[in-house]
T-cell receptor, first 113, second 114 residues
Framework: QQQVKQSPQSLIVQKGGISIINCAYE??????FPWYQQFPGKGPALLIA?????SEKKEGRFTISFNKSAKQFSLHIMDSQPGDSATYFC????????????FGKGTTLSVSS | GAGVSQSPRYKVAKRGQDVALRCDPI?????LFWYQQALGQGPEFLTY????????KSGLPSDRFFAERPEGSVSTLKIQRTQQEDSAVYLC????????????FGSGTQLSVL
């Protein structure tokens, strides 16, 4: 059973547009929801993260929207740039219980100039 | 060092060979994680260390996989009698505290088993 489901698998956005990536999770005990960005040949790097006590978190052009009742969260990239072209992973964990991060399968974003 | 360092960067092994993958975490980081990333997939958890103690090895796919962190810093992931299905990128990550928030990943070791 896939605990974190991510969509779409790939996404093409024009420069200046909004990129939206969605994730759904099953385990209601999850209490930490990060997004990671990965460039080819590199390890994932933490982009932004949210806890379930807030519905939205914004850092620069990146925003996480969180819907606890629907068990869904999404990443919005405003004013998308070619440099944002990468693979994005959502993840979740139960930090109270000290469980490791479970990652989604990833979304490959291409921002065309 | 400035980041998490993994070596070798690439490893080609014949089926049946043993391999050892090294991870140098960020100095002072308490927690260390190993993940396996198959081509086109997300990282999958293998094992977790808190200092030298291996607290969770539930993700290791078989008893051919073994990890250690004897002095609470450098860690080694060993795979015995490699199989083709072991081909993947093996990622190491460390974090400052006891929980895995703010994981810092290395660039990984790409293992190809022929």
């Amino acid at each position: 059973q896939q605990q974190v489901k991510q969509s779409p698998q790939s996404l093409i956005v024009q420069k200046g547009g909004i990129s939206i990536i969605n994730c759904a999770y099953e385990n209601t005990a999850f209490d930490y929801f990060p997004w990671y960005q990965q460039f080819p040949g590199k390890g994932p790097a933490l982009l932004i993260a949210i806890r379930p006590d807030v519905s939205e978190k914004k850092e620069g052009r990146f925003t996480i929207s969180f819907n606890k009742s629907a068990k869904q969260f999404s990443l919005h990239i405003m004013d998308s740039q070619p440099g944002d072209s990468a693979t994005y992973f959502c993840a979740a964990s139960n930090n109270q219980a000290g469980t490791a991060l479970i990652f989604g399968k990833g979304t490959t974003l291409s921002v065309s100039s | 060092g400035a980041g998490v360092s993994q070596s070798p960067r690439y490893k080609v092994a014949k089926r049946g060979q043993d391999v050892a993958l090294r991870c140098d975490p960020i100095s002072g980081h308490v927690s260390l994680f190993w993940y396996q990333q198959a081509l086109g997939q997300g990282p999958e958890f293998l094992t977790y260390f808190q200092n030298e103690a291996q607290l969770d090895k539930s993700g290791l796919p078989s008893d051919r996989f073994f990890a250690e962190r004897p002095e609470g810093s450098v860690s080694t992931l060993k795979i015995q009698r490699t199989q083709q299905e072991d081909s993947a990128v093996y990622l190491c990550a460390s974090s400052q505290g006891l929980m895995d928030e703010k994981l810092f990943f290395g660039s990984g070791t790409q293992l190809s088993v022929l």
